[in-house]
């Protein structure tokens, strides 16, 4: 994490504190009304423990963090919180969530706002990453936003002025499932079913990818590895990419061929200021050649798809606020809600 801290005396309330948890950390930070952290932390999910240790984990770790950062917690106007689905955002439940297994159906918005005496605002921990960056991040110039998440899974969020788009059962903003290949041997998505764009397009899906042609017969400098290993990873991939494998470097640029068909979807449906890629799978960013090329080629696969208008218009970009993005967007979300409430 990498996220600059300010001091007391720099900061202006009300504050708000945000809690991502995801499968194998949670996040909390205390933000100022400006979006800035005056102290954040990490400490291990531990899934296999019931979700009411966590809850006083959590309280523990707040009342740390507001007396590091010399704030009362009379302060404190609004607490967020973001976890992974499946969840019943209106009810405020955590439903069966895949990597955090001794979490099930419980209500952790109201328990939380029970030990910490503060409203809590409930929501994905990928629709909140995405407001972080619409906050404080690559989008804080832009009255809207979709954030595509890619990691594990490929996750997003919706954000137009001050709403999250969570939809009606908590499935909004879910663009890892949007369909980008009709075709009949269409790949599978782990959500079961064919040609989704998170069956091309995640972390887990780009190995898988490469993984399969290698075992067809492609010649790749990456044969040894898989060989020896049994397994590859995202970085061996995108290394050998660098280094001038063909095939690494043909499946990274067909991802971005999907996206880009995943993108043109969402552009014609949101019509967005702003397109962000997050996740740890971008290639190295725009720091990078591949990722400048990974972006380049995303952004080539829109223009070629989409109206002119658009494609002039739309920016398409890295997230900047990397791992931070959820706690962050959490707090936000917190920070929208409790001035909505008040008017
Ligand atoms: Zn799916």
């Not at 933000?31 to 006083?56: N, V």
């Not at 019943?88 to 979490?103: A, E, S, Y």
Request: with cysteine.
């Amino acid at each position: 994490m990498s996220t600059q801290t300010i001091t007391r005396e720099e900061a202006i309330g009300p504050f708000y504190i945000g809690v991502d948890v995801g499968g194998t950390s949670i996040k909390v930070g205390v933000l100022d009304d400006l979006g800035r952290t005056l102290a954040y932390t990490s400490f291990p999910t531990e899934g296999e423990k019931d979700t009411a240790d966590a809850i006083r984990r959590i309280t523990n770790v707040v009342q740390h963090l507001l007396s590091s950062s010399k704030i009362a917690f009379s302060e404190v106007a609004a607490v967020g919180l973001g976890t992974p689905g499946p969840m019943d955002i209106k009810r405020g439940f955590i439903l069966d969530p895949t990597n955090i297994p001794g979490w099930r159906h419980y209500p952790i918005r109201d328990r939380l706002a029970d030990a910490l005496g503060k409203p809590v605002t409930y929501a994905n921990d990928a629709n909140a990453a995405a407001y972080g960056e619409y906050w404080v991040g690559t989008g804080k110039n832009h009255p809207s936003l979709v954030m595509i998440t890619l990691g594990t899974g490929v996750g997003g969020g919706i954000i137009i002025g001050d709403l999250s788009i969570e939809g009606e059962n908590s499935f909004g903003s879910e663009i890892g499932h949007v369909a980008v290949d009709y075709c009949a041997h269409a790949r599978m998505c782990p959500c079961g079913q064919p040609g989704h764009l998170e069956a091309y397009a995640s972390a887990t899906a780009v190995i898988a990818r490469t993984t399969e042609q290698i075992q067809a017969g492609r010649s790749s400098s990456l044969t040894g590895l898989l060989a020896k290993n049994h397994k590859l990873t995202g970085l061996q991939i995108a290394q050998a990419a660098e280094a001038g494998d063909e095939l690494a470097l043909e499946v990274i640029l067909s991802t971005a061929d999907y996206l880009a068909r995943g993108i043109v979807i969402l552009m014609h449906t949101v019509d967005p200021a702003a397109i962000v890629l997050g996740g740890a799978m971008n290639f190295g960013g725009s720091q990078h050649p591949l990722g400048r090329q990974f972006l380049s080629r995303i952004k080539q696969g829109v223009d070629r798809q989409t109206f002119s208008l658009l494609s002039q218009r739309i920016v398409i970009d890295f997230a900047s606020l990397a791992g931070d993005a959820g706690y962050i967007g959490a707090a936000g979300l917190a920070r929208a809600a409790n001035k909505f409430a008040n008017g």
